[in-house]
């Protein structure tokens, strides 16, 4: 449709940082590092997937591992944009203590987005509370950034929706 299409991917579905740190009783910064390359197996999953549909991908990594993707060069992934491949943003902003939330929004302005959609893993919607667990949440049609942040709502991090606001960028979550 004449699009131009980026995607930030995550890696809560191989190792999610923060969680297992604990659980393992590694450094933050090491964990947040694995879980960074967790996003790089799943922006590879995905590279393959979309080409193996015709569609013309490139993997822009944060971290260099140039044997298996791009290192990620701005000026770079616009022209990519513009020739109209799909580009997939793996390996975080590279840096620990940084979600992939906060570099969906950092990417977006860099390439100066319309829009952000961000998928979320079984929400469709902001809500009051965790829908999964609390049955009594009730879905929001329309907040502003503010009222994400008042709430204290978790659909993204705060620094996230707080660069957001800064910048005006809407967003779209489902």
């Given at each position: ?5 980026a995607?930030v991917?995550?890696?809560?579905n191989l190792?999610r ?13 090491t964990?947040?590092?694995i ?30 591992m140039?044997q298996?993707?791009e ?7 616009l022209?990519h944009?513009?020739k109209g ?26 390439m100066?987005a ?8 079984g ?6 509370a ?9 879905r ?12 204290d709502?978790?659909v ?6 707080s660069l957001?606001?800064?910048?005006g960028i809407?967003?779209?979550v489902?």
């Amino acid at each position: 449709a004449g699009h131009q299409v980026a995607l930030v991917v995550g890696g809560g579905n191989l190792f999610r940082g923060l969680e297992l740190t604990h659980e393992l009783n590694i450094d933050r910064a090491t964990g947040d590092y694995i879980g960074m390359l967790a996003t790089v197996q799943n922006a590879l999953v995905l590279r393959d997937y979309f080409e193996m549909k015709g569609m013309e991908t490139r993997v822009s990594s944060a971290l260099t591992m140039l044997q298996i993707c791009e290192l990620y060069a701005p000026k770079r992934v616009l022209r990519h944009m513009e020739k109209g491949r799909i580009v997939i943003f793996a390996a975080g902003l590279g840096a620990p203590y940084f979600t992939t939330d906060s570099t969906a929004v950092q990417r977006a302005l860099e390439m100066k987005a319309d829009i952000l959609i961000m998928a979320k893993n079984g929400i469709d919607g902001l809500y009051t509370a965790d829908p999964k667990k609390d049955k009594t949440a009730t879905r929001y049609d329309k907040l502003s950034y503010h009222e994400v942040l008042a709430r204290d709502l978790k659909v993204m991090d705060a620094s996230a929706v707080s660069l957001m606001r800064d910048n005006g960028i809407p967003i779209v979550v489902f």
